[in-house]
């Protein structure tokens, strides 16, 4: 099976600053990946799919980058909203697992 | 806008089996291109993809080699839902528990999920 390795597991930084985020898979997924954000008490929330393309009504702050098996999250400039923790998922062959998250929180 | 709609009971006993509907608006279960997912969320297993159901001429199901021998995911055309059943629960079977809609290409992401549900395995 293909494991899914995010770094680092936490963060902190202040709003406006440039965050990025790293997903690393165990072999090769193409561009196979996507990138969810999960708040307390809700369900995950798709931000961006097939690497780099954007969910309908995200913020175009959020970019994503790679392919292989490096990928990045970029939050250009980090706004109040986005304090959170992200997931990457790969789909390129089952089981279909995602990177155990990212906190980001406020320094 | 696709909604899905979990209930089910939160509470149940170790041996028990866990059982679960996803009651879907905005989209057919039917649906050629897309599949139905149950996904769970634990402190100790992360999210985990747990299946899913999907039609292409014919019914198919995915399970996840962890639960393999113990779940079970089907659809009903007639309600418009798809179900979960959990077999032989133990406590590390406590986790949220949501049903997710992937659409298949182009996104082959999890772009709807329901609301979540907390089921507590426990005597």
């Known amino acids: 099976d293909i494991q899914m390795t995010q770094s680092p597991s936490s963060l902190s930084a202040s709003v406006g600053d440039r965050v990025t985020i790293t997903c690393r898979a165990s072999q090769g997924i193409s561009t196979y990946l ?3 954000q999960q708040k307390p008490g ?3 929330k798709l931000l961006i799919y097939a690497t780099s393309r954007l969910q309908s009504g995200v913020p175009s702050r959020f970019s994503g980058s ?4 490096d ?3 970029t939050i250009s400039s980090l706004q109040p909203e986005d304090f959170a923790t992200y997931y990457c998922q790969q789909t390129y062959s089952m089981p279909l697992p995602f990177g155990g998250g990212t906190k980001v929180d406020i320094k | 806008q696709v909604q899905l709609q979990q209930s089910g009971p939160r509470l149940v006993r ?3 089996t866990l059982s679960l509907t996803c009651d879907i608006s905005g989209d057919s279960v039917s649906g050629n291109s897309v599949t139905w997912n149950w996904i ?3 402190p100790s297993r992360g999210l985990e993809w747990l299946g899913r159901t999907y039609y292409r001429s ?6 996840a080699v962890s639960v393999k021998s113990r779940i079970a995911i089907k659809p009903d055309t007639s309600k418009n839902q798809f ?7 133990t406590p590390e079977d406590t986790a949220v528990y949501y049903c997710v809609r992937d659409p298949g290409s182009p996104k082959w992401a999890f772009d709807f999920w329901g609301q979540g549900i907390l089921v507590t395995v426990s005597s």
């Open chain 2, 58 to 63: 014919k019914w198919s199901t995915d399970y």
């Open chain 1, 42 to 44: 809700n369900a995950p």
């Open chain 2, 83 to 89: 179900s979960l059943q959990l077999k032989s629960v």
């Open chain 1, 71 to 73: 990928f990045t999250l």
């Open chain 2, 40 to 42: 769970r969320q634990s």
């Open chain 2, 14 to 16: 170790p041996s028990q």
């Open chain 1, 34 to 36: 996507n990138w969810y």
């Open chain 1, 66 to 69: 790679g392919s292989g098996t």
